[in-house]
């Protein structure tokens, strides 16, 4: 069984661009959440979506968003990018949020 | 608001020690406990789920445990070899209604020497 993917697995933006991630769960898998992860701050919850509902969502600002479509893909979005996003951005997929959580390798965005 | 602390921050042993590494929560009414590994610009592969009813899981050399009324896990790795170095992290997950996240440790950075 294939794991979960992120697409791409690296990203050089400017300030001010937006970017877009993606992630494809494992197969079967409906609950698919993101998660940031820098060096000063560790792992912090971005957002969890179960069947195309955000359930979930940390504290970030409004210019992070996310949604998951019908086939549980989800993608993440961030407007007016910042220094300060430069990270590594993960995925994690799992039946259900309280069960294995099983990760991608992540995206590694570096903002200029 | 659920806090998860590790400790020690970083770990040295020679090969074929047996080691523990420390995981401790604020928050009691946690529902699981996964212990992840993390190497060098990679991604978490998950080593074991441990649910709150429950007081340990094995898997291989690895052995973890889980006391709630404490707030406290251990990882507890026998006959260490080289090729467990790597970043070590523990996670909790709420008790259900709205708190679909895992809260994350800052990890034990784990080196094991030939």
């Known amino acids: 069984k294939a794991g979960v993917t992120q697409t791409p697995r690296y990203l050089i933006k400017t300030r001010g661009q937006q970017v877009t991630l993606s992630c494809s769960p494992i197969?079967?898998?409906?609950?698919v959440s993101w998660y940031q992860q820098t060096p000063g701050q560790g792992l912090q919850f971005l957002f969890e979506?179960?069947?195309?509902?955000?359930?979930n969502k940390g504290n970030f600002p409004g210019r992070f968003s996310g949604r998951q479509f019908s086939n549980s893909r989800s993608e993440m979005n961030v407007s007016t990018l910042e220094l300060g996003d430069s990270a590594l951005y993960l995925c994690a997929s799992s039946f259900s949020v309280l069960d294995t959580q099983y990760f991608g390798p992540g995206t590694r965005l570096t903002v200029l | 608001k659920q806090e998860v602390t590790q400790i020690p921050a970083a770990l040295s042993v020679p090969e074929g020690e047996n080691l523990v590494l420390n995981c401790s929560f604020t928050?009691?009414?946690?529902?699981?406990l996964q212990w992840f590994r993390q190497d060098p610009g990679k991604g978490l592969t998950s080593l074991l789920l441990?649910?709150?009813?429950?007081r340990e899981q094995t898997s291989g050399r690895l052995n973890a445990s889980l006391d709630k009324s404490s707030g406290r896990s251990t990882l507890y790795i026998a006959a260490s070899q080289p090729g467990d170095s790597a970043t070590y992290l523990c996670?909790?997950?709420?008790?259900?209604?709205?708190?679909?996240?895992?809260?994350f440790g800052k990890g034990t950075l784990l080196t094991v020497n030939p």
């Open positions: 996670a909790g997950s709420g008790s259900g209604g709205s708190n679909y996240k895992l809260t």
């Open positions: 197969s079967g898998h409906r609950s």
């Open positions: 979506y179960f069947s195309e509902t955000q359930r």
């Open positions: 928050d009691s009414a946690i529902y699981n």
């Open positions: 441990i649910q709150s009813s429950q």
